[in-house]
C-alpha cells in the first residue's frame, strides 16, 4: 500500500509565496514520475509541472518562471515552491506520483487560496 501526504497549502497575499510538499511511503519500488496538478471550482483537474525519474521537468505555461518542481529521490518526495503567486492559482492542489509497479497514485488534495 502506498500514501501520499501533502502540506504547506494555505491563504496567501497576491504577489506571495507558498511551497508545497508530497511524501509517499509505504512499498515503493520505482517512482518514474512526480508532478502537481490542481482543480479550481468548476474546472478540469490540470497538470502544473511534474518531473520525470530523469530530472526533465515539464510546467503549464502559465506558471513558468513562477513556480518550481524539485524533488528528494531519498525521501521519496517531491515539492512546488510557488512565487508570484496570482488570484488565479487558487485551487485544490494534488500531488501525483507514477510507481512501477503499482501504477498511479494521488494524495489527498491542498487548499491553496491567494487572495487579498
Known amino acids: 500500500q502506498v500514501q501520499l501526504v501533502e502540506s504547506g497549502g494555505g491563504l496567501v497575499l497576491p504577489g506571495g509565496s507558498l511551497r508545497l510538499s508530497c511524501a509517499a511511503s509505504?512499498?515503493?519500488?520505482?517512482?518514474?514520475?512526480m508532478g502537481w496538478y490542481r482543480q479550481a471550482p468548476g474546472k478540469q483537474r490540470e497538470l502544473v509541472a511534474a518531473?520525470?525519474?530523469?530530472?526533465?521537468?515539464n510546467y503549464k505555461d502559465s506558471v513558468k518562471g513562477r513556480f518550481t518542481i524539485s524533488r528528494d529521490k531519498a525521501k521519496n518526495t517531491v515539492y512546488l515552491q510557488m512565487n508570484s503567486l496570482k488570484p488565479e492559482d487558487t485551487a485544490v492542489y494534488y500531488c501525483?506520483?507514477?510507481?512501477?509497479?503499482?501504477?498511479?497514485?494521488w494524495g489527498q488534495g491542498t487548499q491553496v487560496t491567494v487572495s487579498s
Open positions: 501525483n506520483m507514477g510507481m512501477i509497479p503499482g501504477g498511479d497514485y
Open positions: 518531473v520525470a525519474s530523469s530530472g526533465g521537468t
Open positions: 509505504g512499498s515503493i519500488f520505482s517512482i518514474y514520475v
